[in-house]
């Protein structure tokens, strides 16, 4: 089993629209997480950190659920600009970073 | 400051030649590391970097070696490129290994014919 997964989409939705991506993890001593985004052959860019109580930042919320391994990344009234692939990542306890595959979302006008 | 800093941006290799990716960072940063992404597999981790002087493997380490002799280089060498190592190279640093601001190199493609 892969250490991060991720539905690789693409997730086509409208201007405007609240899409969500889920990612699970498989180390459950890992504790750091977060979601990184990525445009067409650029490098990955952090988007958020995500912490156990959740966070926010503008249009954007995290989760993280511990019990089940998840966590999670709302994008409410997406914008053209949001098309990119999220990228989900862990500190697998400190080891070293994993990201899972990365989602395709594509935003349409 | 410029980051990371990745070089060549491109290279194309016979199989069995050897190269050095270039990775630079001038921002103090103890961990440094090296991955592969190749479509559908995402990020996959070669070789990182806790501080100088010292190395381990990743998820997929063969056919590449690394070095650490200063805080701010960490070269990846392909030994005897094959065509299994045609893929898009990033270098990446963070303050430390649990710090999980990864800042990324802009990639290098990578084709071995």
């Known amino acids: 089993r892969k250490e991060v997964e991720q539905d690789p989409g693409p997730f086509n939705v409208p201007e405007g629209a609240t899409v969500a991506f889920n990612c699970t993890y498989s180390?459950?001593?890992?504790?750091?997480f977060f979601w990184y985004r990525q445009d067409c052959r650029k490098e990955p860019k952090l988007l958020m950190s995500?912490?156990?109580s959740g966070n926010e930042d503008g249009r954007f919320t995290a989760q993280l659920n511990r019990a089940s391994q998840y966590i999670s990344l709302l994008i409410r009234d997406s914008k053209l600009s949001d098309s990119a692939t999220y990228l989900c990542g862990t500190d697998n306890y400190g080891q070293n970073f994993v990201f899972g595959p990365g989602t395709r979302l594509s935003v349409l006008p | 400051n410029a980051g990371v800093t990745q070089t060549p941006k491109f290279q194309v290799l016979k199989t069995g030649q050897s190269m050095t990716l270039q990775c630079a960072q001038d921002m103090n940063h103890e961990y440094m590391s090296w991955y592969r992404q190749d479509p559908g597999m995402g990020l996959r981790l070669i070789h990182y970097s806790v501080g100088a002087g010292i190395t381990d493997q990743g998820e997929v380490p063969n056919g590449y070696n690394v070095s650490r002799s200063t805080t701010e280089d960490f070269p990846l060498r392909l030994l005897s490129a094959a065509p299994s190592q045609t893929s898009v190279y990033f270098c990446?640093?963070?303050?430390?290994?649990?710090?999980?601001?990864?800042?990324f190199g802009s990639g290098t493609q990578l084709s071995v014919l």
């Open positions: 990446a640093s963070s303050e430390t290994e649990a710090n999980e601001k990864l800042f």
């Open positions: 995500v912490y156990s």
């Open positions: 180390n459950s001593a890992s504790q750091s």
